[in-house]
């Protein structure tokens, strides 16, 4: 099976129907989800598929220029940019899409409260989160300088996500909490669903996954566990991407800092009167 061959049959079809979808319910239906309306949903996702292609492209240049996995010749074009083929690239952009547009079929599905109040629970929310997900991208990053090579794939991917999560986390952990049930049904059929697409392009020899860089633990008998936990990262990053940018309380937050910061400017520019 070809790379293009791939994305064809697995890819581009759900991407279709999601897309239409999304299409459908808002020029047609004109149903917009309210909690979700702070910026145009689809000026959004282009921008994050530009972030996506951007933040993936040194990372993956690494992982195949030293081996942590590659592809056949002749299930290409041949068109590289790098060390990776261009259907690699196609794969950044057509992902970002499937899985955001289908979180935009879902937000119109199982919306949340049309509301700006910020959850109660933030005070809490946020720093457990933060400091959870610091402490296993520290693990994760120990242990890939350690120079320990079956974990280097799983490392790789743990080091390299985690720091936009951090971020996403630390600006509205609790906003996210918020919407966990939109977060749980966006996250888990478009990661099951691409790992199980994965493993059909592994077993037909389209790409391949370094057995040495590998801890050999395996997902449902044939898909490697850090296959799994890249799908399963890449769809959060998505997921709370699209949600944080859209949400209302993320709005009013982002709008309460920066008039925090202005009055801050004016107070420290204001000339001092006895």
Same mark, same amino acid.
């Given at each position: 099976m070809t790379y293009?061959?791939?994305?064809?049959?697995?890819?581009?079809?759900?991407?279709?129907?999601f897309g239409g979808l999304v299409l459908f319910d808002r020029q047609i239906l004109k149903?917009?989800?309210?909690? $979700?309306?702070?910026?145009?949903?689809? %000026?959004?996702?282009?921008? #994050?598929?530009?972030?996506? @292609?951007?933040? !993936?492209?040194?990372?993956?240049?690494?992982l195949v220029a030293s081996g942590v996995w590659w592809y056949d010749p002749a299930l290409v074009t041949g068109i590289t940019l790098g060390y990776v083929p261009l259907e690699e690239y196609t794969f950044f952009v057509l992902q970002t899409l499937l899985?955001?547009?289908?979180?935009?079929?879902?937000?119109?599905?199982?919306?949340?409260?049309?509301t700006?109040?910020?959850?109660?629970?933030?005070?809490?929310?946020r720093p457990v989160a933060v400091t959870g997900a610091a402490v296993i991208w520290?693990?994760?990053?120990?242990?890939?300088?350690?120079?320990?090579?079956?974990?280097?794939?799983l490392t790789l991917i743990l080091s390299w996500a985690l720091i936009p999560v951090l971020i996403?986390?630390? $600006?509205?952990?609790?906003?996210?909490? %918020?919407?966990?049930?939109? #977060?749980?049904?966006?996250? @888990?059929?478009? !990661?099951?669903?691409l790992?199980?697409?994965?493993a059909l392009a592994i077993q037909a020899g389209t790409w391949q996954i370094s057995p040495a860089q590998t801890l050999g633990i395996f997902v449902g008998g044939g898909l490697p566990l850090e296959e799994f936990t890249f799908f399963l990262m890449t769809n959060l990053l998505v997921v709370f991407g699209l949600t944080l940018l859209l949400a209302r309380e993320?709005?009013?937050?982002?709008?309460?800092?920066?008039?925090r910061r202005r009055r801050q400017s004016g107070e420290v520019g204001r000339p001092f009167h006895d």
């Open positions: 293009f061959g791939f994305l064809a049959r697995y890819v581009l079809p759900p991407l279709l129907i149903r917009s989800p309210a909690p $979700f309306d702070g910026w145009p949903p689809l %000026r959004v996702l282009a921008g #994050l598929v530009i972030v996506a @292609v951007v933040y !993936t492209t040194p990372w993956d240049n690494y899985t955001g547009f289908y979180l935009l079929w879902l937000m119109g599905r199982l919306p949340g409260r049309a700006t109040r910020l959850p109660a629970v933030g005070g809490a929310v520290a693990v994760s990053t120990i242990v890939l300088f350690s120079g320990w090579a079956p974990a280097r794939y996403q986390l630390a $600006f509205g952990a609790d906003i996210l909490w %918020r919407h966990r049930r939109l #977060l749980f049904w966006g996250i @888990v059929p478009s !990661t099951l669903y790992a199980a697409a994965d993320s709005h009013e937050r982002a709008a309460g800092f920066l008039g």
